[in-house]
């Protein structure tokens, strides 16, 4: 009986040593998994990592217009023990009137209007929180596009390659380098946007564009090369219905934080 009785203790004692080397195991295999935490969108946390993506973004792009935070819809942080924190977010961006070359912040940016046809840019991102700080190290948006519905005499948008548009673009630009007191001739850099509108005596057409200075001045006639945009003097142009029509909000060159003195010059 004696035997009997030890080799019972010795069972109880390995099932028991066994159990706790389980247990010890799954604590640690539990300590090593990522923990997800979900803070409300008006958080601090919240709001800086979505100022951090809205910066990304707008650096991101050389051309179009800045972007500014509209709403945050959904924020997860997955924290773990060998490795940074990171935030994803799913984010709502509204398109601003600021071509992405103004200095201006984009804060002080007017949001594009409904009745201009308003963008919107829907996002995910996913930013690393590191000892330098939050760095985006994903993201992806798509863009959907709003308007009135049932206005008959609001701008619409019209493709890029419209005729009656790039002829408007092409003869309000030499109108304006032709009488701007930069005494700088311009370049067409890109196009942001076309629209018509339906009057009487037929369409009416809008331009905005970005334009960049050359190495010719006003008066010259030569093949002018824009300079490099370090450099040179950017512009956003709006041009309305007829060649004399138009207002261009000049730029100072984007490795420089001066703002020109005469940085808007409407010609009519």
Known sequence: WLQVIRLLFSMQLCTTLTVLGLLVTGSQAQGLMPTISLPPCDSPEAEAAALVAQGFLNTQHTHGY???LNQIDEIKIVSGPL??????????FLETTCHVL?????????????INTAVEADCDFVLANTTQGLSVVAFKCKTETESEGGCGGCLQLVPLN?????????????HFNK????????ALLEIGRMESQIVSG?????AEYAIIGTNCTSQDDDIC???NHTVAIHGLCLAEGSANRVNCKIFAPVNTTLLLHINAIQLL
């Open 179 to 186: 009488n701007n007191p930069l005494n700088t001739k311009f």
């Open 66 to 68: 800045k972007y500014v």
């Open 102 to 114: 103004d200095p201006t912040p984009v804060s002080l940016c007017p949001v594009r209007q409904k």
């Open 83 to 92: 490795q940074a924190d990171t935030y994803h977010l799913e984010l709502d």
């Open 202 to 206: 037929g369409p009416r057409y809008f």
């Open 162 to 174: 419209d005729t009656d548009g790039l002829q408007l673009i092409e003869t309000s630009l030499d």
């Open 225 to 227: 090369i824009p300079q």
